[in-house]
């Protein structure tokens, strides 16, 4: 499977971006993907996930309410709607994907990773 993430850009505290993770390769239906990112100097950390089949997403708590993710299986991708960006949010941001029936993995259970998005928020 290959991931590639985008829509990521420089922008101001309280913007909303739309960042994209379009896979091939594989059934998409069939991938747990999640949303992931790594602040400078800091350890990469979980921001979202949703099922294959879009009925479940989990959300770090710092994120919850604004941020929602979502996914389009016809297109193979799946998306990150960021709002209200604060500085805090500043990373790259990595999508991942499994092919499992499991909703709940953790970071290390992921078989695919994409090349990140840089997200930047002024303040």
């Known amino acids: 499977v290959q991931l590639q993430a985008s829509g990521g850009g420089l922008v101001q505290a309280g913007d909303s971006l739309r960042l994209s993770c379009a896979a091939s390769?594989?059934?998409?239906?069939?991938?747990?993907v999640g949303w992931f990112r790594q602040a400078p100097g800091k350890e990469r950390e979980f921001v979202a996930r949703?099922?294959?089949?879009?009925?479940?997403?989990t959300y770090r708590d710092s994120v919850k309410g604004r941020f929602t993710i979502s996914r389009d299986n016809a297109k193979n991708t799946v998306y990150l709607q960021v709002n209200s960006l604060i500085p805090e949010d500043t990373a790259v941001y990595y999508c991942?994907?499994?092919?499992?029936?499991?909703?709940?993995?953790?970071?290390?259970?992921?078989?695919?990773w994409g090349k990140g998005t840089q997200v930047t928020v002024s303040s």
């Open positions: 949703i099922s294959g089949d879009g009925k479940k997403t």
């Open positions: 991942a994907a499994k092919s499992t029936r499991f909703f709940h993995i953790t970071a290390s259970d992921y078989d695919y």
């Open positions: 390769g594989r059934p998409f239906s069939n991938l747990v």
